[in-house]
């Protein structure tokens, strides 16, 4: 086990013990989420975190590490808030000290964040994977609809 994913687990402890949320803790976690997101699409054999597989892999990591009760949404605010860390920590040192400890929840501080530097256009700009997502469920829902032909598919064998 990573040492990464060891604090991540002592500061989930720490926040749902407390009740009390801490921006480092939170950012342990999303470190730690970091290693299951990678070890999950590993074990899926994805190079994107989609898919079945995925989904699977990911719960049994969660369960394995004690991090399952992590509501999905804080995971991904999380996750966000550790892919622009340096531009949101350095947005925070900014802020006075009541504001600091008042956002250092994951969803208060990614749209106070946005708010606050317009990096809007950011948070809501598609990411690639969602792509990959509808493709995906294009898929299944035309192999679960076999009626549905193209029109080439359509056309006469001669």
Known sequence: MSDAVI???AAWRRLRDREKSSWEDWMLIAEALVVGRTRAMMTAQRNKPVGTLYVRAIG???KQNDLH???PAERYRAMLCLERREEIETWRA???EAKRRKWNYPAAVWAHWCRH???KEAADAPRQHDAVTQREADLVFQRSH???RTEDERKPIL
């Open 60 to 62: 049994q990591w969660l």
């Open 146 to 148: 076999p009626t549905r």
């Open 69 to 71: 009760e992590i509501n």
């Open 7 to 9: 604090a991540g687990k």
């Open 94 to 96: 900014g802020l006075d």
């Open 117 to 119: 530097t317009k990096a």
